[in-house]
């Protein structure tokens, strides 16, 4: 902070704006509330590097863990330089951007909005800290770890002796190594974006083309280099015919209470006037489009990319070795941070840890792609149901000049028949780690096709 403050005041010196006196040194007041936050923060990311540093064997093997944790960290810093973006209770609960909007308003003088958001920004920060110290514990707790063979870390000789060793199931490095390609991948592709598409066919290719290089061609590819069967590592076992249906009307069902969340989340963390404006082209583009094709488009395309990427291959090697929720944990933030706009990623990932769960308790892809599909499904159908002549139309739906909205009683009802779906869709179904959970043993006979579907 010292060599901050000093470097601050050569350069405020050296500033003039246009024929005005040099600005002179930056106010003591500012650099000391940025110095009583760097401090949390420089703990959570040397706690975080340590523990990602004490897996590697090499600077460069480092180099490698390190990227996929700055990838996840550059947007929580870049939020708060977002226009429009304000402390509030939604964006103090976001680690690191609370922070960064606490110093933010302290500068400024809003004291009183910073004290109101002074325990929320304070509590997510401890709790990102006790995860961070306790990881970076448990990293030098485990014998294998520290004393693990210290070879020199070399590309191609990792890559021959994981084609060499390959296993019915991918291992946990894999995943990472395929969720870090996917992200990266994304990441650099939202800057790659051109103007809003003209037509069906170029709003077409913006949408499906990513999704299929992307996030599904990484995962298909890594289930093909790092296991001998493929179609187990994607997790495309078979189940009942009747699991696939019930998914279909858990998406239906629950798509109410989907609803409800995201408006929710839109209260908590409000669209800006400059956000809202840039959409708009987009949306009115959508409600022109045919059904069909935004169904394609929206609907069925990422419910089967993003599934078999997210739920199968990746979720296959995070869950070895009995670690099942961390596998829906994880998987869900993934998820949700592959969806470009904060609204929008906080939802998927509360929906991910449903989608998780689902693919857990029943050891297969499938039932999410479903569930996956009905629910982008209504969303794009939302209007045309709401607005089309059906009988008894006004018992699911709410129309007003602003929007569609779905009745009370029917997302109550909805919300208790989704309950009742989930439950028999997973007693008595097969987990995911009864699906050759020993990495060395091929316990069970190859399960490659879904029966009836």
């Known amino acids: 902070c010292c060599s901050m403050l000093l470097t601050s005041s050569l350069t405020f010196n050296q500033i003039s704006l246009g024929a005005g006196p040099v600005v ?23 706690a975080v590097a340590l523990a990602a540093a004490a897996l590697a064997k090499s600077s460069k093997e480092g180099q490698y863990y390190l990227m996929p944790l700055m990838m996840i ?43 109101l958001h002074l325990p929320s920004v304070l509590g997510v920060t401890i709790l ?73 066919f170029e709003f077409a290719k913006l949408v499906v083309w ?40 858990l998406g239906i069902c629950f798509h109410p209470t989907y609803v409800a969340l995201g408006g929710l989340v839109n209260t908590l963390y409000p669209l800006s006037e400059q956000a809202i404006a840039a959409l708009k082209p987009l949306t009115e583009q959508m409600a022109a489009m045919p059904w069909f094709v935004l169904f394609s488009v929206i609907a069925l395309t990422p419910a089967v990319c993003e599934e078999i990427a997210f739920r199968g291959f990746i979720f296959s090697g995070l869950s070895r070795g009995d670690r099942h929720w961390g596998a829906v944990a994880i998987t869900a933030v993934l998820f949700g941070a592959s969806h470009g706009v ?36 209504m969303s794009v159908s939302l209007d045309r149901l709401a607005s089309s002549d059906v009988p008894g139309v006004i018992f699911f739906f709410d129309v007003t000049e602003d929007a569609v909205h779905y009745q009370q009683h029917w997302t ?29 043993k091929d316990l069970t006979k190859p399960i490659e096709s879904l029966s009836g579907v």
């Open 24 to 46: 002179g040194s930056p106010p003591l007041v500012p650099m000391l509330w940025l110095f009583v936050a760097l401090i949390p923060l420089s703990v959570l990311f040397s």
């Open 73 to 115: 960290t550059l947007p929580l810093v870049m939020i708060p330089m977002v226009p429009g973006t304000e402390l509030s209770i939604g964006n103090s609960l976001i680690p690191v951007t609370g922070m960064f909007l606490l110093v933010r308003s302290l500068i400024e003088g809003d004291y009183l909005v910073a004290l």
């Open 128 to 200: 990102c800290l006790w995860f961070a110290m306790n990881w970076a514990r448990q990293q030098f707790e485990d014998e294998a770890v520290l004393f693990g063979s210290q070879e020199p870390f070399s590309l191609n000789r990792w890559l021959s002796r994981g084609w060499q060793h390959r296993e019915p199931i991918p291992s946990r490095p894999a995943s990472f190594l395929c969720a870090a390609v996917i992200m990266i991948a994304l990441f650099f592709a939202k800057f790659s974006g051109g103007s809003v598409p003209v037509g069906d």
């Open 210 to 249: 990513p999704q299929l290089l992307l996030i599904l061609g990484p995962a298909v590819i890594f289930s093909l280099i790092a296991s001998r069967r493929p179609l187990r590592a994607l997790r495309l076992n078979k189940v009942p015919l009747w699991m696939p249906l019930a998914a279909i009307a």
């Open 342 to 377: 904060l609204q929008q990623s906080i939802c998927a990932t509360l929906m991910g840890v449903l989608l998780g769960y689902i693919a857990y308790r029943t050891g297969s892809v499938y039932p999410g792609i479903f569930f996956h599909l009905a629910n982008n499904a």
């Open 412 to 440: 109550v009802l909805s919300f208790v028949l989704a309950t009742g779906i989930i439950y028999l869709m997973t007693k008595g179904s097969i987990k995911s780690g009864e699906v050759c959970e020993d990495s060395n």
